[in-house]
């Protein structure tokens, strides 16, 4: 090696890093879209199902970004997506009344529950309402995990708390700023209660030791929406590719195939299908 | 501790069966923090033997900031390329959030004051007369810096080990600009990331020690070069 750097090998090395990668992917003529979403609808495994189908049929490529509906809406709103698939209906309905989004349409629903350790030493399982139990909850018999990081699911659990009357402090009171799997194991290992959208749960209910302990109230209920970011807003912004997308998601193959998504894995469905609901009707019907 | 064995063995599986998916994540894995890495290199070994032979003024701070820079978070990183990288970012024009080139920009940020940093260090540390002597023998100028790039090749291969371990076991910044996208962004840390998250730990810990077999292969080459030049020396 006298005369490092060898001008053959950094070639070889160029030309080997400059081959195209072996990815089988159909032929891609359009726009990326930028789908913005929470992290449920990825770890559930529903978008991994549901993307390609959509790709094999728009010709483009979908970019999921999973991350809390919090970010994905804070991104989504200045542009930086194309369209976002979201649960946090109070916070989609602010945005969409400072006419950042347009085209707001349900897609699916499903219920959240309240987890905790089986043996429940707060007695949540005595709970008739949704306050009572997180008001048991803030008693501090054991450990609350908070996903606290702006998500749908964290947006809806400080809901709950203001409802209850209850600011939760305190030592019992764990701020876990992660997502939902993680912090379904946090709960776990550290024996504390959380809060926790069915869907996740479920698709990782064989690696917890976590029993539902609260179910059932129309607060609890799940409702994702698709919108789109405003077109007069955001000129960058891919809007056909992200109506394409918002279609897909609400045309009836799709919501035949979201109502049977999980069945055979987990027993049961992860998803309810709900477009052309009204978001009114469903919380009645919970209720 | 059954995970980390089940995990292991997993991971051997998908790579002797070459599983298509594994094989895709890997290859862009290498390809990614290869190509960092290379840039890293072409630009930071010029900087680091400039830093080294040159005095002009500013330049131990420059050095300073090259030194912190050798210990810069990738969060931080992804974070301030994300947002130069946005559509409404000032690079947002170039289109590149969320692509593989992407990742290549925010790891060549990483990589780049790793390699001038340890260049620097390895240049200063040879003999200041071999420059006086080479001098006076006749060489080019050109001649000189050859020579005194051989003779640190040993700490500057070690440089480019410790640039390319940075960038493959780095997630945050991967994650954050690169999005994570399946068959086009996703790289083996941020593929950990994610099936940690889904708990699927065995996946998790497959695609763990397909990271580790593949940077200790390519660290192995590097290593086995850097040996024999010792041998030779």
């Given at each position: 090696?006298t005369?490092f750097?060898?001008p053959a090998l950094?070639?070889a090395?160029?030309?080997l890093?400059g ?5 089988h ?10 789908l913005a ?12 199902s549901l ?10 490529r979908?970019k ?11 991104l ?6 194309d ?7 109070a916070l989609e309905?602010r945005?969409v009344?400072q006419?950042?989004f ?5 897609v699916?629903?499903?219920d959240?529950?309240v987890l905790?350790p ?9 709970a008739?309402?949704v ?5 048991a909850?803030a008693?501090?018999?054991a450990p609350?995990a ?6 749908g699911?964290?947006?809806?659990e ?8 209850i600011?939760p402090?305190g ?29 996740t749960?479920l698709a990782?209910?064989?690696t917890?030791d ?7 109230a129309?607060?609890?209920l799940?409702?994702?929406?698709v919108m789109l970011?405003?077109?007069d807003?955001?000129p ?12 897909f998601?609400v045309?009836p193959?799709t919501?035949?195939?979201i ?5 055979t894995r987990?027993?049961e ?7 052309n609901?009204r978001?009114?009707?469903?919380r009645?019907?919970a209720? | 501790?059954d995970?980390?064995?089940s995990g ?9 069966r070459?599983?298509?998916q ?15 890495t290379?840039?890293?290199?072409v630009?930071?070994?010029p ?6 032979l040159?005095?002009?003024?500013g ?5 300073g900031?090259?030194?912190?820079g ?9 974070l301030?390329?994300s947002?130069?990288l ?5 690079l947002g024009?170039?289109d ?7 990742i290549?920009?925010a ?6 004051p790793?390699?001038?940093g340890?260049?620097a260090a ?5 003999d ?5 002597q080479l ?6 100028r ?14 500057l ?6 640039g ?10 991967s ?6 996208v399946?068959h086009?962004t996703?790289?083996l840390?941020?593929a ?14 497959a695609l ?8 200790f292969?390519?660290?192995m080459?590097v290593?086995?070069v850097q040996?024999?030049g010792?041998?030779?020396?």
């Amino acid at each position: 090696m006298t005369n490092f750097p060898r001008p053959a090998l950094a070639v070889a090395c160029l030309v080997l890093l400059g081959a195209p990668a072996p990815v089988h992917a159909p032929a891609r003529t359009n726009r990326d879209v930028i789908l913005a979403t929470t992290t449920s609808t990825q770890d559930t495994g529903l978008l991994d199902s549901l993307v390609p189908r959509f790709e094999h049929t728009c010709g483009c490529r979908v970019k999921t970004i999973a991350v809390g509906t919090g970010r994905a809406l804070a991104l989504a709103a200045r542009g930086e997506a194309d369209v976002a698939l979201v649960h946090a209906p109070a916070l989609e309905e602010r945005y969409v009344a400072q006419g950042k989004f347009v085209g707001r349409r349900l897609v699916m629903t499903n219920d959240f529950v309240v987890l905790g350790p089986k043996a429940d030493p707060a007695g949540l399982k005595h709970a008739k309402q949704v306050e009572d139990a997180f008001r048991a909850l803030a008693e501090g018999k054991a450990p609350f995990a908070s996903r606290a990081d702006s998500s749908g699911t964290h947006l809806l659990e400080l809901t709950l708390w203001k409802q209850a009357g209850i600011e939760p402090k305190g030592p019992w009171y764990l701020e876990v700023g992660q997502g939902m799997g993680a912090t379904l194991r946090i709960a776990s290992q550290k024996e504390a209660y959380t809060l926790s959208d069915r869907g996740t749960f479920l698709a990782q209910r064989s690696t917890l030791d976590l029993d539902v302990v609260f179910q059932g109230a129309p607060d609890l209920l799940n409702i994702y929406h698709v919108m789109l970011p405003n077109p007069d807003s955001f000129p960058k912004v891919n809007i056909p590719g992200g109506r394409a997308f918002a279609d897909f998601l609400v045309a009836p193959e799709t919501q035949a195939f979201i109502g049977t998504f999980g069945t055979t894995r987990f027993g049961e469905p992860l998803f309810k299908p709900a477009a052309n609901r009204r978001e009114e009707d469903l919380r009645r019907r919970a209720a | 501790m059954d995970l980390i064995l089940s995990g292991t063995r997993h991971a051997f599986e998908l790579l002797l069966r070459g599983d298509p998916q594994v094989m895709e994540i890997m290859w862009l894995s290498l390809r990614v923090s290869g190509i960092a890495t290379l840039l890293s290199l072409v630009t930071g070994v010029p900087l680091g033997m400039l830093l080294a032979l040159r005095r002009f003024p500013g330049r131990t701070l420059l050095l300073g900031v090259i030194n912190t820079g050798m210990g810069l978070p990738p969060v931080v990183v992804g974070l301030v390329a994300s947002i130069f990288l946005w559509r409404t970012g000032p690079l947002g024009f170039l289109d590149l959030l969320y692509t593989p080139s992407a990742i290549v920009i925010a790891q060549f940020a990483l990589a780049a004051p790793v390699v001038a940093g340890l260049t620097a260090a390895a240049i200063q540390q040879l003999d200041p007369r071999l420059q006086i002597q080479l001098a006076g023998l006749g060489a080019s100028r050109l001649q000189i810096l050859r020579r005194l790039l051989h003779e640190a090749r040993l700490p500057l291969l070690a440089a480019v080990i410790a640039g390319f371990g940075s960038v493959i076991s780095e997630v945050g910044a991967s994650m954050m600009v690169g999005g994570n996208v399946l068959h086009y962004t996703r790289v083996l840390t941020t593929a950990t990331v994610l099936e940690t998250e889904k708990g699927n730990f065995d996946v998790a810990i497959a695609l763990s020690v397909v990271l580790l077999t593949l940077t200790f292969c390519v660290t192995m080459v590097v290593t086995t070069v850097q040996q024999r030049g010792a041998l030779r020396r």
